[in-house]
């Protein structure tokens, strides 16, 4: 089965320190999402590209965050500098643009932790 | 923007019977799916439902809208143990983004 993938799983760092996280969308998707997940604020959308162009980051700090989409097969989020509220799993998404009515693919996410 | 509700927010169930989740949400909606995160896991699409529909059967689960009540309703019948996870209602706006509830997190025992 085709699969969104995450790097890295896990990342462990103090604050200050820049973290970049990235996604490989399923091959043939052109819309990426990226998700932000916290036990107080549920799922929130970050970023939305599609075809490589970024649509909507009004979910994203501007000051800090930012999403890229260097070539359709990886998307980046960084977070310059980060802060310990940045904790959080980082969910990247695909699916494709079909008209509308189409499920998101998810991967497993990034657990980010910012001492 | 808007958001799913899921109610209850936790259920605790013994193997073999029925769950159901409900969702409400505020604004009109061009569909509205169902997602399930196993601990440590994404988000694993379940079902979809258009707004134009009433009802939608996937396996064990049965799907209900009522958007005239701006609500959804998620059953899963026979319940296994592998069916412990979080569930979530999420609305599509247009433009394929989605809006998610909080989840509803379901124990099945074994």
């Known amino acids: 089965d085709a699969r969104v993938t995450q790097t890295p799983r896990h990342k462990v760092t103090e604050m200050g320190q820049e973290v970049t996280m990235r996604c490989q969308p399923i091959l043939g998707h052109n819309t990426v999402f990226w998700y932000r997940q916290t036990m107080m604020q549920g799922l929130e959308l970050l970023a939305y590209f599609r075809n490589r162009a970024p649509l909507d980051d009004s979910g994203m700090p501007k000051d800090r965050f930012s999403a890229e989409m260097p070539d359709a097969t990886l998307a980046t989020l960084k977070i310059q500098p980060s802060e310990p509220r940045d904790s959080a799993v980082y969910f990247c998404?695909?699916?494709?643009?079909?008209?509308?009515?189409?499920?998101?693919?998810f991967g497993d996410g990034t657990r980010l932790s910012i001492l | 923007s808007q958001q799913g509700e899921e109610d209850p927010q936790a259920l605790s169930i013994q193997e073999g019977e029925n769950a159901t989740m409900n969702c409400s949400y505020k604004t009109s909606i061009n569909n509205l799916q169902w997602y399930r995160q196993n601990s440590g896991r994404g988000l694993v699409h379940l079902i979809l439902i258009r707004s134009n529909e009433r009802e939608k059967h996937s396996g064990r689960l049965r799907v209900t809208l009522d958007t005239s009540k701006k609500s959804s309703s998620l059953l899963i019948t026979a319940s296994r143990a592998a069916d412990t996870a979080s569930y979530f209602c999420?609305?599509?706006?247009?433009?394929?983004?989605?809006?998610f509830g909080k989840g509803n997190q379901v124990v099945v025992i074994p």
């Open positions: 998404a695909s699916g494709p643009d079909r008209g509308g009515n189409q499920p998101q693919h």
């Open positions: 999420a609305t599509d706006e247009g433009n394929n983004r989605l809006a």
